[in-house]
């Protein structure tokens, strides 16, 4: 994941919202750059397994989330 900046422009309209969310391969490293980029700190870890009906059948994700503390926006 690479976190880009853009000056004079915002690459992510944060106005209006409380909460959005990002999908990523790597968890530990999208936090870690997001982190060191952004200035964020981050809640406790969730991690729970859904359900998911796929074209070839149900399967199984396993998921990991967590809101940052810094902000609005989380």
């Known amino acids: 994941m690479v976190v880009g900046h853009q000056t004079g422009f ?6 209006g919202f409380y909460h959005f969310g ?4 790597d968890f530990d490293q999208a ?7 952004l ?4 809640a406790k ?5 859904i359900i998911c ?6 399967v ?6 967590v809101y940052s503390t810094t902000g609005p926006p989380h």
């Open 53 to 58: 009906e796929q074209p070839n059948g149900i």
């Open 10 to 15: 915002n690459m992510f309209p944060l106005s």
């Open 31 to 37: 936090l870690d750059e997001l982190s060191s980029n």
């Open 22 to 25: 990002l999908v990523v391969s």
């Open 60 to 65: 199984t994700a396993d998921m990991k989330v």
């Open 45 to 49: 870890v969730t991690e729970f397994e």
């Open 39 to 42: 200035g964020l700190e981050w």
